[in-house]
Each structure stands twice: as structure tokens, then as C-alpha cells.
């Protein structure tokens, strides 16, 4: 597993988001998750920088409790 999706999968960990939720919010398909995290296929920059902006806009929006607001 490359560094960017463990580290990108340890942020959603912190803001208490799964990782196929923020790939959904950025419009690429959450079974997608999968295949990165296996190494099976290996994300275009497009798709991983959409899903990690929306990973940092949901934990942005996010209320104490860890529920989007």
C-alpha cells in the first residue's frame, strides 16, 4: 500500500469519515477504495485529489461529535 493511501486513510480515521465515504462525496466510485488500498490499481491524480479534498471539506463541516453539521 503506497504512503499516500495509508496516510490518506489515517485522516479519515482522525475525522471519523470512511474512506468510501469521501471518494463518494468526490464522485468516484467508493468500490474504488478497495483497489487502491489492495494495490490492485493505483488512483489518478484527478480522483485521489477530489477525494481528498472532500475528505478535508466533510472534516471541515464536521460537528465535535463526528457528525457533519
Known amino acids: 500500500m503506497s504512503d499516500l493511501i495509508i496516510e490518506f486513510e489515517r485522516d479519515c480515521a ?8 469521501a471518494l463518494k462525496a468526490a464522485s468516484v466510485h467508493p468500490s474504488l477504495w478497495w483497489k487502491w488500498r489492495s ?31
Do not use: D, H, Y
Open 14 to 21: 482522525a475525522a471519523g469519515i470512511a474512506p468510501t465515504a
Open 39 to 69: 494495490g490492485r490499481v493505483s488512483p489518478t491524480l484527478k480522483s485521489f485529489e477530489a477525494a481528498r479534498g472532500k475528505l478535508r471539506e466533510m472534516a471541515a463541516n464536521a460537528t465535535p461529535e463526528g457528525r457533519a453539521a
